[in-house]
């Protein structure tokens, strides 16, 4: 298996460990803010389901345009103005789970010439689909330590799970 290949099954399986990080929760529990960071557990399965549709938004604008540019998000606002506290958890996993394993399934039939094509991001600079997707898997795995964390400091911990293959 591909180096490249294996990065998109990591991509892929993150709908299955996402959905599997906020199982059993209360609502409560998903409203709490135990920490560490400020958000809650609903916060952020928001923030990863409105930052992976941007993502994919954003991987497709690399694909099928040239040069194009990639807008950057203020997770803060997007948080307080887009009132992510009252989001259904559920909801979001499976938004988020949908999502990637749409684009799995277009990055899957790219050729591998398209994972070094780039747009420009209005805050990191040029950006390679490759780079994106790279970007996309790790930004999973950090709020999942997090996510681990909280789940924790409420006394409902899970053996932790982070993206793996799916083959």
């Given amino acids: 298996m591909s180096a490249l290949s294996s990065l998109i099954d990591r991509y892929a399986s993150g709908g299955a460990v996402l959905v599997y990080a906020v ?5 409560e529990q998903e409203q709490a803010r135990p920490g560490p960071g ?49 989001m259904p958890v559920s909801e979001a996993v499976n938004l988020f789970a949908a999502n990637r394993h749409w684009m799995a399934r277009v990055l899957r039939g790219c050729p591998e010439s398209d994972f070094a094509r780039a ?28 996510l681990y964390a909280k789940r924790a400091n409420l006394g409902v911990a899970l053996e932790p799970r982070y993206t793996y293959p799916t083959k």
Avoid at 38 to 64: C, P, Q, T
């Fill in 23 to 27: 199982s059993n929760l209360t609502p």
């Fill in 38 to 86: 400020a958000w809650s557990i609903a916060e952020l399965a928001a923030h990863l389901v409105d930052s992976d549709v941007l993502a994919g938004d954003r991987m497709k604008f690399v694909i099928a345009q040239p040069d194009p540019i990639l807008v950057g998000m203020d997770e803060t606002a997007w948080i307080s103005r887009l009132r992510s506290a009252e």
């Fill in 119 to 146: 747009g420009q991001h209005t805050e990191r600079g040029r950006m390679t689909l490759a780079e994106l997707l790279t970007t996309y898997v790790n930004h999973l795995d950090h709020h999942l330590k997090f």
